[in-house]
């Protein structure tokens, strides 16, 4: 078990791109994940166990093999961008994986192109987009459990939603933190992923994202290894 807990952090640096793009080429899909339509209604705090909810691709039930890697991500889209290989490697494998995802991703772009604050720009229906792509992502990279912690999303380092008091990046770390931890408790992921201290490029929910999970991290003790 050590020695499969090592292995992660190579994996972090390649299969980020050659496990995502290997496993779309092979056309290859994990039986028993989380269904686009579960996932895209599921209500904030909402959980979807995939091992419990078969999909529409046939396959055998899931089995672990008593290893489980949690990933604790900002926005929907940042699980494939970030750790899609990661992913769909260790669930591959036979490792529980379990996605956190902390915002619905309000701030996206809308049809087009079209920037929040820019007219017509709907951020319920760009939250219900990006909630839909998230349900087919987590079915091609065999991801077993998402948790939607359901905070609005802040926007970019900059835009006037960084303002918000209620947007992710301005809700007190104590909270989130304790959601997460609580999650850890009940997932006891041996390792941890997710940002760095910086959101990888200064956005704003990343910093949050990296500070709540280091926070979980620490008041539970869990993981072994976190990254």
């Not at 080429?25 to 419990?52: F, I, M, Y």
């Not at 079209?114 to 229906?125: I, R, V």
């Not at 770390?173 to 490029?201: I, S």
């Amino acid at each position: 078990m050590g020695l499969l807990l090592f292995l992660f952090l190579p994996a972090l640096i390649f299969d980020c791109f050659a496990g995502l793009f290997g496993r779309y080429l092979a056309g290859r899909l994990v039986g028993h994940v989380c269904p686009l339509s579960l996932v895209a209604t599921l209500p904030v705090g909402g959980t979807c166990k995939a091992e419990l909810m078969p999909s529409s691709t046939p396959g055998p039930a899931r089995t672990f093999n008593g290893l489980t890697l949690m990933a604790v991500h900002a926005h929907p889209d940042d699980e494939v961008i970030g750790t899609g290989g990661v992913f769909a490697r260790y669930s591959e494998e036979g490792v529980r994986t379990v996605l956190v995802v902390c915002t619905n991703g309000e701030q996206g772009d809308g049809p087009g192109g079209l920037k929040p604050g820019e007219p017509g720009h709907d951020a319920a229906a760009v939250a219900a987009t990006r909630l839909a792509e998230l349900g087919k992502s987590v079915s091609y990279l065999g991801v077993s459990d998402v948790e939607l912690l359901g905070y609005r999303d802040s926007g970019m380092a900059g835009w006037s939603a960084n303002a918000d008091p209620g947007v992710f990046w301005n809700v007190p770390l104590a909270e989130p933190a304790e959601r997460v931890a609580a999650l850890m408790r009940q997932y006891r992921p041996q390792v941890v992923v997710t940002y760095d201290e910086n959101g990888n490029y200064g956005h704003p929910d990343h910093i949050q994202a990296h500070r709540v999970a280091v926070a979980a991290a620490e008041a539970t003790g869990i993981p072994v290894k976190f990254y």
